[in-house]
């Protein structure tokens, strides 16, 4: 390593995401509290050593006086964190507009609510103006705390009119895009009216990826059909610039998951729940309140799976554990009140005066106790209708090395592309296939459940969220090496 001040030298990465990975609550005119949560993509970071990360996003609240924003700011470069400041009109319009409303539907094949299609048709100049706004806010950040040598990686469909900002202010600038979600089929993506100016954003890029292949070939796809541009096997070429697209399946950190298993406060956790729920087989379900993760139909499949085994009424417990999300969002208030209806009726249906089928929790949890619930499941059902990978899954994995329960996942959740071989595959919209599963999961014998445990285990523990980023991120310097070596020849 070459040296600096006596210090090891590290190349500096700016990592700009919508949010920051804080909570900021102001506590008085120039004062703020701040509380790291440690997402995914934080303890990914945190495990790439040879890389000095900083954070560039929106620190999730409005200030709109400049007293208030030098303190954040202040009190944010101590967490290594750059605040963009959006107000709540942006916000509006660029967040739960453009992103929340048109771009995640989307995505996730969903299509927009139907009483809101032509409301939304009408706001979508505006909405997209906002976008682009906002987009050209976070380049502002960027460029003025880039240093030559930094690499730039943005992240999610919030930010994919950024790399076009970040290169038209400096060509040389390193700067890949990771997407999150799904990419839809072609198909899919040619109804959006901005299609084609939000692919060339992204093609500005020097690496594009994606969580499965799928996802990569539909971009790909897209960038052929719409633009007419050349896929290769390497990414997309425009007039000799060559974007280099790729999947890079993320993980988890699955050490940190195992070692809680073994803390005295996760054991009491999980000491309690085996007492609260002995005699019971535990399934279990841990989703965001969301569209896109299939709760109603995972609940209805259970209703199924209980309605045809009667002798299972009393020995099998459902605990669905979902964080509520976008709470103003009326679509979002009916699937809150239509889970609690579905829940109601099947627990007054199947429930006894001593137990009752599901227990569902419209709240998180702490780490603590999400890991001793992990422990004690023996059947995890991950029904997404769609879904980019889905960690559940994998953290599910990681904390059954001694009860080798199974997990029931759905195919349209990326996660089944890495897990598949382990889990029972199910369609989430095919509530027979399953409560067929259910049923196949619950009496699975302890040598089949302990080999597919096996092969998921393996992969958790292998492809973790340390390997994901840190193989991006050297795959990000390559590139650039690569796209230089073509232009001088
Ligand atoms: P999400 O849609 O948020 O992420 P997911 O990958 O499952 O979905 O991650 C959710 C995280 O939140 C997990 O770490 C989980 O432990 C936590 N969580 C969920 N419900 C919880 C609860 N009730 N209490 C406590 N914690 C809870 C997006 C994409 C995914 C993609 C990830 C990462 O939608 O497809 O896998 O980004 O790229």
């Known amino acids: 390593c070459e040296r600096q001040e006596g210090r090891p030298y590290k190349q500096r990465l700016l990592v700009v995401a919508n949010r920051l990975p804080v909570s900021a609550v102001r506590k008085g005119e120039d004062s703020w509290q701040l509380e790291i949560s440690v997402g995914g993509l934080v303890s990914a970071l945190l495990g790439v050593k040879e890389f000095d990360a900083r954070w560039i996003g929106w620190a999730g609240v409005n200030v709109p006086d400049s007293v208030g924003q030098k303190a954040l700011t202040k009190a944010l470069a101590e967490k290594r964190c750059i605040?963009?400041?959006?107000?709540?009109?942006?916000?509006?319009?660029?967040?739960?507009?453009?992103?929340?409303?048109?771009?995640?539907?989307?995505?996730?094949?969903?299509?927009?609510?139907?009483?809101?299609?032509?409301?939304?048709?009408?706001?979508?100049?505006?909405?997209?103006?906002?976008?682009?706004?906002?987009?050209?806010?976070?380049?502002?950040?960027?460029?003025?705390?880039?240093?030559?040598?930094?690499?730039?990686?943005?992240h999610d469909y919030h930010l994919m009119f950024l790399p076009k900002c970040l290169k038209e202010h400096n060509s040389k600038m390193k700067v890949g895009w990771f997407l999150h979600t799904p990419f839809p089929s072609s198909e899919?993506?040619?109804?959006?009216?901005?299609?084609?100016?939000?692919?060339?954003?992204?093609?500005?890029?020097?690496?594009?990826?994606?969580?499965?292949?799928?996802?990569?070939?539909?971009?790909?796809?897209?960038?052929?059909?719409?633009?007419?541009?050349?896929?290769?096997?390497?990414?997309?070429?425009?007039?000799?610039?060559?974007?280099?697209?790729?999947?890079?399946?993320?993980?988890?950190?699955?050490?940190?998951?195992?070692?809680?298993?073994?803390?005295?406060?996760?054991?009491?956790?999980?000491?309690?729940?085996?007492?609260?729920?002995?005699?019971?087989?535990?399934?279990?379900?841990?989703?965001?309140?969301d569209m896109i993760k299939g709760i109603p139909q995972k609940i209805l499949a259970f209703e199924k799976f209980l309605e045809e085994n009667l002798n299972w009424r009393d020995k099998v417990v459902l605990l669905q554990i979902a964080v509520p999300t976008r709470t103003d969002v009326p679509e979002y208030q009916k699937l809150t009140s239509q889970v609690?209806?579905?829940?109601?009726?099947?627990?007054?249906?199947?429930?006894?005066?001593?137990?009752?089928?599901?227990?569902?929790l419209d709240r998180s949890l702490d780490f603590h106790a999400l890991c001793a619930l992990y422990a004690v499941t023996d059947v995890a059902?991950?029904?997404?209708?769609?879904?980019?990978?889905?960690?559940?899954?994998?953290?599910?994995?990681?904390?059954?090395?001694?009860?080798?329960?199974?997990?029931?996942?759905?195919?349209?959740?990326?996660?089944?592309?890495s897990l598949g071989a382990g889990a029972i595959l199910v369609n989430p919209w095919n509530i027979t296939e399953v409560a067929a599963s259910i049923g196949y999961a619950l009496n699975m014998p302890a040598d089949e459940r302990e080999k597919r445990h096996h092969h998921n285990f393996m992969h958790v523990t292998t492809h973790t969220s340390q390997e994901w980023a840190a193989t991006f991120v050297s795959e990000l310097n390559d590139t650039i090496v690569e796209a230089q070596l073509r232009t001088r020849q």
């Not at 990826?209 to 070939?217: E, K, L, P, Q, V």
């Not at 109601?344 to 599901?358: D, H, Y």
Request: glycine share 8%; hydrophobic share 40%; with cysteine.
């Open 340 to 360: 609690h209806e579905i829940v109601g009726r099947i627990n007054g249906r199947f429930g006894t005066l001593t137990a009752v089928p599901i227990h569902h």
């Open 83 to 154: 605040p963009v400041f959006l107000d709540e009109e942006i916000v509006h319009q660029y967040y739960n507009g453009y992103c929340n409303n048109i771009l995640w539907p989307l995505f996730h094949y969903l299509g927009l609510p139907q009483e809101d299609r032509l409301a939304t048709t009408r706001s979508f100049q505006s909405q997209f103006d906002a976008y682009k706004k906002a987009n050209q806010m976070f380049a502002d950040v960027v460029n003025e705390h880039y240093e030559d040598g930094d690499v730039v990686w943005c």
């Open 188 to 289: 899919i993506h040619r109804t959006l009216p901005s299609r084609s100016e939000l692919l060339r954003s992204v093609l500005a890029a020097d690496l594009v990826g994606f969580h499965t292949y799928d996802y990569a070939r539909h971009f790909v796809s897209a960038c052929t059909r719409i633009l007419g541009l050349e896929g290769t096997p390497e990414g997309v070429e425009d007039q000799g610039k060559l974007t280099r697209v790729a999947a890079f399946p993320i993980g988890i950190d699955s050490d940190r998951f195992i070692r809680a298993l073994e803390l005295p406060q996760v054991q009491e956790h999980m000491k309690e729940l085996k007492e609260r729920f002995a005699g019971r087989k535990v399934m279990l379900g841990v989703d965001r309140l």
């Open 381 to 417: 059902l991950v029904t997404s209708l769609r879904d980019g990978m889905n960690l559940v899954s994998y953290e599910f994995v990681a904390c059954q090395a001694s009860k080798k329960g199974v997990l029931i996942l759905s195919e349209f959740a990326g996660a089944a592309q």
